[in-house]
C-alpha cells in the first residue's frame, strides 16, 4: 500500500495549531479548509470571530505570496482588513478563497470568502498586504 502524498505546508505554526489545512495554492489564489473543533467556539457554541477572520486574512494573505513568474513564495504583512460577517457557524469543515484583485510592486489587494459546510456564504473580507523585500534565511513566508 502506497502513502498519501503530504499535505502542503502552511509554513505558519499559529494556523498550523488551528488546524487549517491548505487546499490549493496558486499565484493569486488560495483556498483553505478548517475542519471545526470545541478550541474554535466561544461560549455560546458559536465559532468564534476571531478565528473566521483568520482564515480569511490567511487566505487573502497567501494568495497573493506566489509570484506568477517562477512560483516562489514571497513574505508580506497585513495592512488592513476588513471583515463582513453574514451567519453563524457552529460545525463542519469551512472553506476559505483569497484571490489578488490588483498588486503594485510592493502593495497588493485581495479580497476572501468564507464558506459554511453548507457551500453558503458566511463572511467576506476585504485587505490590502505588503510584501517583504527581505526575507531572513531559514523562515518561511507568513
Known sequence: MSALPAAPSLGNPMLEELGVELVQWR???CEMALPL???HLNRRGRVQGGVAATLLDAACGYAGLLSAADGVAAD???ITLSVSYL???DQGRLRVIGR???EGR???FSSGELFAPDGSLAATAIGSFKKSTTTRAGETPC
Open 27 to 29: 499565484a493569486g489564489y
Open 37 to 39: 473543533a470545541p478550541r
Open 76 to 78: 508580506a504583512a497585513t
Open 87 to 89: 451567519r453563524k457557524l
Open 100 to 102: 489578488v484583485t490588483g
Open 106 to 108: 510592493s502593495i497588493y
